[in-house]
């Protein structure tokens, strides 16, 4: 374009910008059939496993330690900085395991995938959540890489 200033938004923003409006477009849209297919007369909710509760608490404490590091980063805390990389690292690593084992616990109650429309949301939201997790854990350590160098 002409007359653009490039330097005034990096491509890789731009990037960042346009990928977090698609997953969350993505996310409000499974939510969106989630409610209206519950609505439909064959929709058997299946039981939460506990251990999803414990995963709740396992991520915010991720997010609170990925926030304590942006803090300590402003502050040039290194140590601090790599502190909370580290712990929100293994929280979120840990969040996935749990994920995985309320999966297995579900699947060996009964609960499979095909089932019944709720066990396929359920395990499709859940599914998608873990992906974006994981791409978060990558974005992750590619950052924890710059800390520790």
């Known amino acids: 374009f002409v007359g653009l200033d490039r330097s005034a938004l990096p491509t890789a923003k731009i990037g960042l910008g346009v990928f977090l409006a698609v997953v969350g477009c993505l996310f409000s849209l499974f939510t969106s059939a989630y409610f209206m297919r519950m609505g439909l007369s064959d929709w058997r909710p299946l039981p939460l496993p506990r251990l999803l509760w414990l995963n709740t608490g396992v991520l915010l404490l991720s997010s609170i330690a990925l926030q304590c590091a942006v803090v300590a980063a402003r502050k040039g805390q290194i140590d601090n900085v790599r502190l909370g990389l580290a712990t ?62």
Do not use: C, K
């Open 88 to 149: 929100a690292g293994f929280t979120s690593f840990a969040f996935l395991i749990g994920q995985l084992m309320a999966w297995r616990q579900l699947t060996e109650d009964g609960y499979l995938l095909a089932a019944n429309p709720a066990n396929s949301f359920f395990y499709l939201i859940t599914g998608m959540h873990g992906l974006h997790i994981l791409g978060g854990l990558i974005g992750l350590g590619r950052t924890s890489v710059g800390a520790w160098n």
